[in-house]
């Protein structure tokens, strides 16, 4: 079993920084992949960004060359950080891991993006 829980969402102005956390309940470093998704009213449930047990990566075209996943396996967390931010990113942020083939959800952090 593995517990998930994300943390740093606020509001923000358009064209600033957040960071969010994801601290994992067991070694990240034992997850086959980790990412964040998020989720826009009325919209489903995107990818933003993933990251592997070897150290690839994966960012959704919406947020390449602003957001920036990366991880701490000392402290078994995750994070995202995200710069020059848009409205358009104000949205529930996931964090997400597989793990044995099963994947597990946090229970999300609002991002709000003022313009």
């Known amino acids: 079993q593995v517990q998930l829980v994300e943390s740093g969402g606020g509001l923000v102005q358009a064209g600033g920084s957040l960071r969010l956390s994801c601290a994992a309940s067991?070694?990240?470093?034992?997850?086959?992949?980790m990412g964040w998704y998020r989720q826009a009213p009325g919209n489903q449930r995107e990818l933003v960004a993933t990251?592997?047990?070897?150290?690839?990566?994966n960012y959704a075209d919406s947020v390449k060359g602003r957001f920036t996943i990366s991880r701490d396996n000392a402290k078994n967390t995750v994070y995202l950080q995200m710069n020059s931010l848009k409205s358009e990113d104000t949205a529930v942020y996931y964090c997400?891991?597989?793990?044995?083939?099963?994947?597990?959800w946090g229970q999300g952090t609002q991002v709000t993006v003022s313009s």
């Open positions: 067991g070694s990240i470093f034992s997850m086959n992949a």
């Open positions: 990251l592997t047990r070897f150290g690839s990566t």
């Open positions: 997400n891991a597989i793990f044995k083939a099963r994947d597990y």
